[in-house]
């Protein structure tokens, strides 16, 4: 059983995502600042031919990258497609990334539309389906159910909420997200430059609408404002997420029953400790992160294969769930307590592996080093826990600062 928390924290929206009773996911949300998923008409500045790349404005002087590698066309704001482009073209973009420390927000030319159930994916042809769906019999249903929806401008990835959801609303959500795909072409062409033509719902909603629907038992809200928005977004975007809206009204604060603040310290902190006495040590660099596996309190000096062997199994699925807990992205190597036996070693990783495919966020088992080094790549979307912490501290002790400075607010009128 899963539940959703939402509360406050720092000035910020906090979600917290707990299965079976410990939390898997933490993020934070600038209410009114998010640009992640909206479309623009954007202004290219400058062309980077030597990677392959461009600098396009989207207004207010925001430079965002804009890689060439993906195969694709332009959608210009004369309502043409083109394989090229120049400096001073004005082109649709939608923001793909959130800037990251030196970073910029990356864009991208192949716009997505995202449900509660599908995404269509325009310049992206063809059915994808979940990884989450085992189910062979039903994703050769769903391709034949969907094929005729789609066209040589856009494809369709069928979400893991799609399996529990009768076929009819997954269709007429899918038809929406063509409307919405046809609206943006047409607004391109009459809308000046840097206007926002599609603008996605706040991103804690979008968390919401991506949660599997299966075992989720309830979406806990302790601010009634936030409670008040929540319920008419959810009814119209999500009805079956919107009966599962719970406000949280109990003398008891929610963040003292669920822990929020140690959950959060253990979520920041270096050293993970195991049930079964060992400890991970988990150390973020620029270039990557390091996850070093350590047997801690055992006695190693009996069966010490067997001791290490039960490590190394607790410590894959810890390392795997604290992967998406910090929301820890790019390249991730973990070191395991060496193992002698091939099979052992085979069972830790396939294990790992199992583990990571729960992640929402690709997240990929590359290999194994001579050194029985284990590699993870996790896509970047947005920035690590940590970081987002920190901004949030940092902005809220600006404002408190400028509070205690200025008691008697701002904009009285009187002349400096």
Same mark, same amino acid.
């Given at each position: ?11 910020? !929206?906090?979600? &917290? ?24 008409? $954007?202004? @290219? ?8 790349? +461009? ?36 082109? @649709? ?32 042809? *063809?059915? $994808?389906?979940?990884?989450? !769906? ?23 990835? %069928?979400?893991?909420? +799609? ?39 706040? +991103? ?10 299966? *075992? ?16 008419? @977004? ?29 959950? %959060? ?53 810890? +390392? ?7 929301? %820890?992205? *790019? ?16 069972? @830790? ?47 809220? &002790? ?9 008691? &008697? *607010?701002? $904009? ?5």
């Amino acid at each position: 059983m899963r539940k959703l928390l939402i509360t406050r924290r720092s000035g910020r !929206i906090l979600t &917290g995502l707990w299965e079976e009773d410990r939390p898997v996911s933490f993020q934070l949300y600038e209410e009114s600042s998010n640009r992640l998923g909206n479309i623009y008409v $954007g202004q @290219v500045k400058k062309i980077l031919k030597n990677i392959q790349s +461009a600098f396009v404005d989207i207004g207010n002087g925001c430079l965002c990258y804009l890689s060439f590698t993906e195969p694709g066309l332009f959608y210009r704001s004369d309502g043409s497609f083109v394989e090229k482009i120049r400096e001073g073209d004005e082109i @649709v973009v939608q923001v793909c990334k959130e800037a990251m420390k030196t970073k910029a927000p990356g864009v991208t030319s192949a716009w997505s539309f995202a449900g509660e159930y599908a995404v269509l994916t325009v310049q992206k042809t *063809g059915i $994808g389906i979940s990884a989450q !769906i085992p189910d062979q019999t039903w994703r050769e249903e769903a391709k034949n159910v969907f094929s005729d929806l789609l066209s040589e401008e856009f494809g369709l990835i %069928l979400r893991t909420n +799609a399996y529990t959801a009768d076929f009819v609303k997954v269709r007429q959500e899918t038809v929406s997200l063509i409307e919405q795909y046809r609206e943006v072409k047409k607004k391109a062409v009459t809308r000046t430059c840097f206007s926002c033509l599609y603008r996605t719902p706040e +991103a804690y909603v979008s968390e919401i609408l991506g949660i599997r629907e299966d *075992g989720l038992e309830k979406i806990l809200v302790d601010d009634k404002e936030l409670f008040g928005h929540l319920s008419e @977004v959810l009814s119209s975007l999500s009805p079956q997420k919107a009966r599962k809206l719970v406000y949280y009204e109990d003398d008891y604060p929610m963040s003292k029953l669920f822990s929020l603040e140690t959950e %959060l310290e253990k979520a920041l902190g270096k050293t993970v400790w195991l049930k079964s006495g060992g400890h991970l040590v988990i150390e973020p660099t620029e270039a990557l992160t390091v996850i070093d596996v350590n047997s801690g309190r055992n006695d190693v000096k009996k069966k010490p294969e067997e001791t290490f062997l039960k490590i190394n199994r607790e410590a894959a699925k810890e +390392a795997a769930r604290q992967i998406r807990l910090r929301n %820890l992205s *790019g390249i991730i190597v973990i070191d395991f307590i060496n193992l002698k036996s091939r099979e052992n070693r085979d069972l @830790v990783y396939g294990e790992l592996e199992q583990a990571c495919r729960k992640d929402p966020v690709k997240t990929t088992v590359v290999d194994r080093t001579g050194l029985e080094l284990v590699e993870i790549t996790r896509k970047k979307i947005r920035r690590p826990l940590h970081e987002q912490i920190r901004d949030a501290e940092s902005a809220k &002790g600006r404002a408190d600062t400028l509070r205690d400075e200025c008691p &008697g *607010g701002f $904009g009285n009128g009187k002349k400096a």
